[in-house]
């Protein structure tokens, strides 16, 4: 019994000795790179959204265009569906890849459907309540010639407490007009081996 009371007063402390513990906050920079989980972060969306970009405004079809029409493409950034087995919130991925389009310099962008939703309701309060000088035209949007959509999946090799984890991030550029695909690209360089840890008790 003495016992018994000894080890449940024991279990008390370390409860409390715990509840004591404070949280520990370090600031890092945010470039550093940092593999906590083994899941996706933003490292990977980084270096998932630089190759990308790269790909798709050094392929064939961008001096095609350029060489047809004598200016640059508009391009607007499409949906980015997850179909891994984890959560990824892809509307980073998607604004990752705008902010990338358009510090290229290679391409125009336009504003996504929920964006436009929100400055058209502007422009309409602009015809009513703003100056004739001032109020911004209707019907004078400029027309995206392409849009960039793609997903997200992954490969997981598990053995024990070792598992690898791939992910593969395509992205395809449409014509928004004839809905050819005039590229296609794939990065498949994210690729984590994680090993756990036993569980003691």
């Known amino acids: 019994m003495k016992k018994l009371l000894s080890f449940a007063a024991l279990l008390s402390l370390l409860v409390f000795f715990a509840g004591c513990e404070t949280t520990r906050v370090e600031r890092i920079d945010a470039g550093t ?9 933003d490292t990977d969306v980084r270096i998932v959204a630089a190759d990308l970009i790269e790909q798709v405004t050094g392929a064939q079809w961008y001096k095609d265009f350029i060489n047809e029409n004598g200016r640059k493409p508009v391009v607007i950034v499409g949906t980015f569906r997850n179909k891994s087995d984890e959560h990824i919130d892809t509307t ?26 929100e400055i058209r309701k502007e422009r309409d309060e602009q015809q009513l309540n703003s100056s004739l000088e001032t109020a911004k035209n209707i019907g004078n949007e400029t027309a995206a010639d392409f849009m960039l959509q793609g997903d997200v999946k992954t490969i997981v090799d598990t053995n024990g407490k070792i598992s690898t984890r791939t992910y593969f991030v395509s992205a395809e550029l449409i014509n928004i007009e004839t809905t050819d695909k005039v590229w296609l690209g794939e990065n498949a360089e994210i690729k984590k081996s994680i090993k756990r840890p036993s569980v003691r008790f």
């Open 33 to 41: 790179q940092t593999d906590i989980s083994g899941y996706w972060n």
């Open 92 to 117: 980073i991925i998607s604004k990752k890849l705008e902010i990338a389009l358009v510090n290229s310099g290679k391409v125009k962008s336009v504003a996504a459907k929920n964006e436009r939703n």
